[in-house]
C-alpha cells in the first residue's frame, strides 16, 4: 500500500506563497500525480495534475499562479503556489493514481487570510 505525506501547508497572507510537498513510500514513477482541495462545504476539487512524463493540467481558477512539479528519483509531487487568494483556503491532498488504485494523503490546510 502505497502511503502519501503532504507538508508545507500553513498560514499566509492574500499574495503570498507556499510550497506544498508530497513524499511517497515508494516509486510513483508510473502513477499520475496529482493535488486536489477540498474547502468547508464544497465538495473535493482538482487543482492540478502531472503525468508520468511531466505533462501538467491545471484548474482555470489556478493557472498562471501554481506549479505542479514531480522528482521521480525522490519520489515526491510538489506544488509551488504563487498569489494566494483567500479562495485558495481549502484542505490541499496530494494524489497518485494508477491504472487501477487511487492513493491519497491525509491533506494539509492552507489558511489565506486577506
Known amino acids: 500500500q502505497l502511503q502519501l505525506v503532504e507538508s508545507g501547508g500553513g498560514l499566509v497572507q492574500a499574495g503570498g506563497s507556499l510550497r506544498l510537498s508530497c513524499a511517497a513510500s515508494?516509486?510513483?514513477?508510473?502513477?499520475?500525480g496529482g493535488w486536489y482541495r477540498q474547502a468547508p462545504g464544497k465538495q473535493r476539487e482538482l487543482v492540478a495534475n502531472?503525468?508520468?512524463?511531466?505533462?501538467?493540467n491545471y484548474a482555470d481558477s489556478v493557472k498562471g499562479r501554481f506549479t505542479i512539479s514531480r522528482d521521480n528519483a525522490k519520489n515526491t509531487v510538489s506544488l509551488q503556489m504563487n498569489s494566494l487568494k483567500p479562495e485558495d483556503t481549502a484542505v490541499y491532498y496530494c494524489?497518485?493514481?494508477?491504472?487501477?488504485?487511487?492513493?491519497w494523503g491525509q491533506g494539509t490546510q492552507v489558511f489565506v487570510s486577506s
Open positions: 494524489n497518485a493514481q494508477g491504472t487501477l488504485y487511487s492513493y
Open positions: 515508494g516509486s510513483i514513477s508510473s502513477l499520475f
Open positions: 502531472i503525468t508520468p512524463r511531466g505533462m501538467t
